[in-house]
């Protein structure tokens, strides 16, 4: 069975719009492999923005 880790900023993805995606990404996997929606697991991270970075900056420094 696939397991599916999404890594999102904390705060920036409201819990309808997570659901969504989750569903978005099993359909994906299923249309995409033999996987069966029941098959496919996924995983949601929501990391503190001062611990993501872009191009060497901490997304949420002040």
Do not use: C, F, W
């Not at 819990?15 to 929606?37: D, F, G, H, N, Q």
């Amino acid at each position: 069975m696939p397991i599916i880790t999404i890594n999102i900023v904390e705060g920036e993805t409201s819990i309808e719009e997570k659901r969504l995606m989750m569903l978005a990404v099993t359909e994906a996997i299923s249309a995409t492999t033999s996987y069966r929606p029941q098959d496919v697991r996924i995983i949601i991270h929501e990391l503190e923005a001062s611990n993501y970075s872009v191009a060497g900056k901490a997304t949420g420094a002040h």
